[in-house]
């Protein structure tokens, strides 16, 4: 077991200047903009292969012998840029992740160091499958909801049929993909918070219902105007808020733990 005093002399073993902190700071943002470049260059030359796999449950909802549009000379190209940002972002995550670590790290405790890295992957585990659920689940059933309305028309009217923009259409699945990632980082939230002590295992039940109520209204502003997308969102954010509650619980059950062994220790 680490004894208090060797947590404290390692600290101040790592403190240092601040220039020296600065200039710490800055390598750690030098490679995390480096990772980010270096995805993006990557991800710019099989962009055309990210379109594709974006726009596959659009294709396969409309079928053979439909298209998208742009409008603006400009359009594709920056969508590949947007395409290879989103891509970037994804890609870097980790490594932008992994050097906020190591920057924070020498001024925490070495059991704090410990308690810290657990979340670090669980952040975008978490993310992935916030994204797998948009682009798996929501997104299908969101297409077929919207592509509801194409009338054939008849004699004396038009038909209606959606040609969509590709910039629009992008545009908006990477914006539910970040949305339904973020979201999923609930459990993450609430026991960071739960193991500062800012919130504790007792306060989120008795806000769960509160809880449950929020949860619904974040699935009715991200998601169609359909039940079933809006449960899609709403039941694993709700899995997830008990999850929170399982995880602090532990947390205070190790520090009631923990506390007993320093008493008995004395």
């Given at each position: 077991?680490?004894?208090p ?42 962009a055309?292969?990210?379109?594709e796999?974006?726009?596959?449950p ?29 891509s ?21 405790y ?50 209606i049929q ?32 739960g ?37 899609a ?14 995880s ?19």
């Amino acid at each position: 077991m680490t004894r208090p005093d060797d947590d404290e002399q390692h600290i101040e073993a790592s403190r240092a200047p601040l220039i020296d902190h600065l200039i710490e700071l800055r390598q750690r943002l030098i490679w995390s903009l480096l990772a980010f470049v270096v995805a993006f260059i990557g991800s710019y030359f099989v962009a055309a292969y990210i379109y594709e796999f974006l726009t596959h449950p659009l294709a396969v909802a409309l079928g053979p012998g439909r298209r998208m549009i742009y409008t603006a000379l400009y359009d594709v190209f920056f969508t590949y840029i947007k395409v290879a940002a989103f891509s970037a972002l994804c890609i870097s995550f980790p490594i932008v992740a992994s050097q906020i670590y190591m920057f924070v790290a020498p001024g925490l405790y070495r059991n704090e160091r410990q308690a810290f890295l657990p979340f670090l992957i669980a952040t975008p585990v978490l993310f992935v499958l916030g994204a797998a659920l948009v682009y798996y689940g929501l997104m299908p059933v969101m297409i077929h909801f919207f592509l509801g309305f194409e009338t054939s028309g008849g004699q004396g009217s038009l038909p209606i049929q959606l040609e969509a923009r590709v910039t629009e259409y992008l545009d908006l699945v990477m914006t539910f993909i970040f949305a339904f990632g973020l979201s999923f980082q609930l459990p993450v939230l609430l026991t960071l918070l739960g193991r500062v002590g800012i919130i504790t295992s007792d306060m989120l039940k008795q806000s769960r219902r509160y809880a449950i109520v929020g949860v619904f209204v974040v699935a009715a502003v991200l998601t169609p105007p359909d039940v079933i997308s809006q449960f899609a969102l709403a039941i694993p954010l709700l899995l997830l808020y008990e999850a929170s509650i399982w995880s602090v619980r532990l947390i205070e059950k190790q520090r009631a733990e923990d506390a007993k062994r320093a008493e008995s220790a004395v």
